[in-house]
Every structure is written in structure tokens, then in C-alpha cells.
């Protein structure tokens, strides 16, 4: 797989590691401060300790370089590498008490960022190709932005980012607004130009979306077979998008369905972190 990952912005993280930082260090790091001298330098290796998919580097060195401007970081990998166990990711050399005290900190953001990551790339592959693997909105609140980054660095792609950003018109909007109908004429009308996504959970809903003019629907929790008659009666007047219950395992069969794309909460709210060790020694 190509490598074409786009790097986040430094002022997309650089508020969220300083948040973290305090969370951990609040007044000081009263363990480091006493045994280890201001002027001591360091170098700490981060080490993969499981195969998976780098993701998180550059918010990792974010972390030491709020500690202290002066650290030095030098990758060896690059986010959206496929590692090994026992491969090196990147070296930080500086203070050492920057790379003591910020070490579960740049941990935390780079195994979890390369958990998703990791995960993402699994059903990528999966897929194989037949279907696009998206993203949803279950994320951990305040790290969404770095969260759908590990997505891209898997190879999946993004939903809509939040609320804000595309129309998707669920059962609760449905239930609300009188119907499919209401519902589609209304957001219509509101914003102008924009495509409109509707949830359906049974058949007739899907011909209910369709006829309401939505250009996609999304079938939330349909049996496979209910999945393909859904993709027969669209018939490419709105794409499909497959949601609820999706796992690893059911990947190769919805992809089998014709539809057009499948979303994994699975991809953010469930993946396990990826073990990777921070080896530090004087210099």
C-alpha cells in the first residue's frame, strides 16, 4: 500500500497534548524531579512490541518538545507504516527529564492512535477492494480529530466529521419531522445544494428515501439478504451504505452485497491499543 498520508496540522493537536500534559503532570513530576538532575540528557527509543500500523509520531514528539523546545526527534518509520515487532519507530534525544516525564503521555496518544489504526487497515483488507470502509462519530469526546487522522493512516475513510459538516437524516429526525418526506423536503429547504443521507431499517423505508429524492441511504441493522434487495430498488439512484452490527468477520460478505460503502463504529470505539515500549538510557 502506498504511503500518501496526509500529516495533520500541528494546531489540530497542539491544544490536546498540552491538555494531557497537564492531566499528568499537574504540579510536577515529583518522582522525576528528585532523581533526576535538570542538566542529565537522555535518548529514548520507541520500540514496536506487536505488529500493526503506525500512527500518532508527530503528536508523540509533540509531547517532549512542550516539555522542552530543545528535544530532538528523528522517525524511522512513518504514520501509516505497516511495523513488526521489534522494529524501531523513532529516536528523542534532549532532557531527560522531558522524555521521563512525557513518556505515558506520547504512549498513550501513539498506541491508541495506532490501535485505530491497525484496525482500520484490517478491514481494509478485509474488503479487498470491494467496498469503501468508512468511519463514524463514536470516537473518544475531544480526540476526534486525531482518531479519524489514525483512520486515514489504516487507509480507511472519514464520514462527516461531526454534526456540522453533512445531512444525515435518522429514525429520531424521521420521527420528529412527520416522515421521510417532511423530513428530506425540510432539509432541502434549509440547506440548499447539499446531499442527503437517510437512515432506513426496513425495506419499505429504503422505497420511502428513494422516492423522497435522498441520494443516499443508509441501512441501519438489515439482514444481508434485506441489504442486496435494498441495492436492487436503489437501482444507482442513491448510493448504500451499510451500518449496524458490522464486524471484522461480516466484511467480506456485506462487501459481496453490491453496496457501496459499510461504517464501523468498530473502527474507533473498540480497537486495542497497539503495544509499543519507550526504551530511555543516558547519553
Known sequence: MVNSLRPLAPDQYRDIVRHALAEDVGAGDITTEATVTASQNARGIFLMKGDGVLAGLDV????????????????RKRDGDACRAGEELAEVAGSARALLVGERTALNFLQRLSGIATQARRFMIAA???ITILDTRKTTPGLRVL???????GGATNHRAG???AILIKDNHIRLAGGVRAAVRLARA???GRPVEVEAQRLDEVDEAIAAGAESILVDNMSTADIRAAVARAKGRATIEISGGV???????LASTGANFVS???LTHSAPAVDISFEIESV
Not at 247 to 253: A, Q, S, Y
Request: no cysteine.
Open 60 to 75: 508523540a514528539f509533540e509531547v517532549f518538545r512542550q516539555l522542552d523546545p530543545a528535544v530532538r526527534a528523528t522517525p
Open 128 to 130: 479487498d477492494g470491494r
Open 147 to 153: 482518531e479519524k487522522y489514525a483512520v486515514r493512516a
Open 163 to 165: 454534526l456540522f459538516d
Open 190 to 192: 434549509r440547506h440548499q
Open 247 to 253: 464486524t471484522l468477520d461480516r466484511i467480506p460478505e
Open 264 to 266: 464501523a463504529g468498530a
